[in-house]
């Protein structure tokens, strides 16, 4: 699992599940996703998960032209893998998703290994009030969304990727999502070492109980054995306690504004950064040692910062 008790922890800056009337720290514009980005890279963030979104509104943007301001100014301000969403919105087709990956060649990008339901509505208990009219529908919506991630689909993000030399993320909200990357695994589609991100406590996958974190770690034990790299994220209040599990039983770690607004109990994150100092701290605590950018492409057998096309 973790490799010489070296952890990974991948930063995913903003996402697509967070809206700006959340949190007035959300990355929004490309200065400040480059901004977050860069800090939490120098918290101790060896792989840095992007999406890009509207300056203006907000709203999720995975137009190849959306991820130009900023993935440049990163790759020079920092020696991070960047890792570029092909998950983009629940909302959007597959071939809009797989665009920027497809232009930027990144050494990483993430691929969610089957479809499901994806249920943001529950937020609305918390968040009334909304400085978009997207904010709204995009919550309320997923009460009758499922997430289309159907084998074509992995088939296209694959056959699109693939030949870049991009590795992926496989994002995995299920055990059946592990059976999915065995199957593609047996059909020779992917290869080793599968670099595993289970996530956790999103309504319409697994919960984020700590038995959920075993079952998922044991599948993928008896899926996998030796050919893969574990790692976790867990959904809202489940983030750090997740990585604590999960660092303890030699997993690897994903934090970020993506997966969590916040720092503690009742306290917004005020940037991606701390979030990454809070693991690291755990991570130190239990006497393992964090993975640098350079460690982490060894681990997962990347082609490195120079063969991309940004």
Known sequence: MSQNGKVIITCAVTGAIHTPSMTPYLPITPDEIATHAIDAAEAGASILHLHARDPDTGRPDQSVAGFAPFLPRIKQATKAVINITTGG???MSVAERAAPAAHYQPEVASL???SMNFGLYPMLKRFTEFKHDWEREHLEGSRDLVFRNSFQD?????ET?????????????????????????????VKAPFFVQSVFGLL?????????????????????????R?????????????????????????????????????ELATSNAVQVRKVCQIIEGLGLSVASPEEARSILDLKGGDNVAF
């Open 89 to 91: 919105s629940p909302y």
């Open 112 to 114: 969610n290994m089957g």
């Open 154 to 158: 992995i088939e296209y993000v694959l």
């Open 161 to 189: 990727c693939y030949g870049n030399g991009t590795r992926f993320e496989f994002e995995c909200y299920d055990t059946s999502h592990l059976y999915n990357l065995a199957h593609f695994a047996d059909r020779g589609l």
């Open 204 to 228: 319409g996958g697994i919960g984020g109980h700590p038995e959920d974190v075993l079952h998922m770690k044991r599948t993928a034990d008896r899926l996998f054995g030796t050919d893969f």
């Open 230 to 266: 574990w790692s976790v994220l867990g959904a809202g209040a489940n983030q750090l306690r997740i990585a604590a599990q999960a660092a303890a039983l030699g997993g690897n770690v994903r934090v970020g504004l993506e997966d969590s607004i916040w720092a503690g109990k009742a």
